[in-house]
């Protein structure tokens, strides 16, 4: 398949111009098993996430705040950086 034929059938720019999947849940995500049927493809947010160790975590700061809503390894990571911080 051709990229622009990927894009047009499978991504959409959201509103903060990032590209992501046109439809939830993801359409490589088989709902019987709960796997991805592209995991030696996934795309590499994919494969970096929950993007607990991204080098730089303060740039990333609106994902995390997104992400601690959805994963709760995230969720763990930030309530122990407010514990370290006496938040
Ligand atoms: S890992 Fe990525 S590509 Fe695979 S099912 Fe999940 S969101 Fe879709």
Redesign the pocket.
Known sequence: MKAADFEARYLRVDEDGDWV?NSLP?P??ALDTNK????EY??KA?RQFPHTDHPNMKSILPLTETNVRHCPAVYEMVERMKLSADI
């Open positions: 999947m993801c490589f995500l991805c049927t592209i995991y996934a795309p994919c």
